[in-house]
């Protein structure tokens, strides 16, 4: 079966399908000897180069992909290498042969929690596209008095620098006085937008942690600074919300550091739409 030649190098991690259609428009990519055009696809047995470089090819049913959560701790940045020596999300990660991890989604220096990293380029880039809505949650301590008419605009709609931006829900998680806990969800990962938005109503991010990508619920049980594998039932489920395909092999890749598994109810867990939202942090 063959594939357009943007999609298998952006599988492959390189880029976003965008990005690698500009490529193979520059004439840095060629099948079998000859420059290609975008458009064009690419078979098992065809050989692929990208600046004069050979790349493996293999079908997409071929390669098992894997995806791991990784619980990211305050003081780590979502670069690979950092010019200022900071420590950065991928120093932690599992070593891969022949392969890279690429990050879903990006959470700045003081916020914590749940970011997920995949070996396929493409799925990640789907999960990331604002069109897919894909909820983030998360857990936000906020410091000032939060009154029902700034939960009301949160709701509603505020306007940014960079565009109008709305919380699709907001929920009361606990605290006392002027420190008090929210979840919140929203279907799109702009820089800051979480704090910007509660900025917008006179009050702080005191402390913030995503706890939520699509189906992925961060477990109590992971650290700070951990990984675990998620299962191929779990990668295809988060397939199926952005549209990507579907693979049919079961089980753990690779051997991960923890074991993976769904939290149970509890009285400190509240359920609603779903999954699982814990009241506080």
């Known amino acids: 079966m063959s594939e357009k030649i943007q999609k298998v190098l952006a599988r492959a991690g390189i880029g976003s399908r965008r990005s690698m259609e500009d490529w193979i428009a520059s004439g840095r990519v060629s099948v079998n000897g000859k420059k290609s055009k975008v458009g064009d696809r690419i078979e098992k047995g065809d050989v692929l ?88 949650e998360y857990a936000a301590r906020i410091f000032g008095e939060v009154t029902p008419e700034m939960i009301h605009n949160l709701k509603t709609g505020v306007q940014l620098f960079d565009g109008p931006a709305h919380f699709d829900e907001v929920l009361v998680s606990g605290g006392e006085g002027m420190n008090s806990w929210y979840h919140v969800i929203i279907k799109e990962g702009r820089k800051r937008e979480v704090r910007r938005m509660w900025e917008s109503q006179g009050v702080q991010v005191s402390r913030l942690i995503r706890v939520r990508y699509g189906c992925i ?54 359920k609603r739409g779903g999954y699982l939202r814990r009241r506080r942090y």
């Not at 690429?102 to 396929?120: P, W, Y």
Request: with cysteine; glycine share 8%; net charge neutral.
């Open 49 to 136: 180069r990208v600046d004069g470089h050979a790349m493996n090819y293999e079908g997409e049913d071929e390669v098992p992909r894997r995806m791991i959560m990784y619980y990211k701790p305050e003081g780590e940045v979502c670069t690979r290498t950092d010019p200022e020596g900071r420590p950065t999300v991928f120093e932690k990660l599992p070593k891969l042969n022949n392969e890279r991890w690429v990050a879903v989604g990006r959470l700045d220096i003081n916020t914590q929690g749940l970011i997920l990293f995949t070996t396929d380029g493409d799925l990640a880039n789907r999960l990331m596209h604002p069109s897919s809505e894909i909820e983030r």
């Open 217 to 270: 619920t961060l477990p109590r049980s992971l650290k700070a600074g951990r990984w675990v594998d998620l299962t191929e039932e779990q990668i295809n489920e988060l397939a199926q919300l952005c549209g990507a395909s579907l693979r049919k092999r079961t089980g753990l890749y690779g051997r991960s550091k923890m074991r993976a598994e769904k939290e149970a109810p509890s009285p400190d867990n509240v």
